[in-house]
C-alpha cells in the first residue's frame, strides 16, 4: 500500500491534506503526511464524509491512542468535512522509504 500523494488531488482534498500537515509526530519533527503515515485517504463527494486509513512509526509508539483522534479533530475542523473515520494499522509496517522527498530534506536524509 502506498502513502498517499497530493499530486491528483480536488481542491477539498488539497484542505485536508493541509489540515494533515499540521499534525506532527510528536518524536520527529515532521508532520504525518509527509511521514508517509497517511495509506489512503478517501473522500465521499456526495456527503464529505471523509476515511483515513493510517499507521504510526511504531506500534509501541506512545501517542498509538491519541494520535487517531488527534486527526480526526484536525480533518473535523475543515470547511465542509462530514464525518470522519480514522483507522490505524500496522500493515505494512511503516519504514524511512516512506518519507516524502520534503521530509527526507528536512531530516538531512537527501
Known amino acids: 500500500m502506498e502513502p498517499t500523494s497530493p499530486i491528483h488531488h480536488s481542491p477539498f482534498e488539497a484542505k485536508i491534506i493541509a489540515a494533515l500537515r499540521s499534525v506532527f509526530d510528536p518524536e520527529i519533527p515532521v508532520n504525518i503526511f509527509d511521514l508517509g503515515l497517511i495509506y489512503n485517504l478517501q473522500v465521499d463527494e456526495q456527503t464529505s ?58 531530516l538531512g536524509l537527501l
Open 49 to 106: 464524509d471523509v476515511y483515513i486509513l493510517m499507521t504510526l512509526t511504531s506500534p509501541n509508539c506512545p501517542v498509538a491512542e491519541d494520535m487517531p483522534l488527534q486527526v480526526q479533530e484536525t480533518v473535523k475542523m475543515v470547511e465542509g468535512v462530514g464525518t470522519v473515520k480514522v483507522e490505524l494499522t500496522f500493515e505494512p509496517p511503516w519504514d524511512k522509504d516512506m518519507l516524502s522527498e520534503s521530509a527526507l530534506l528536512e
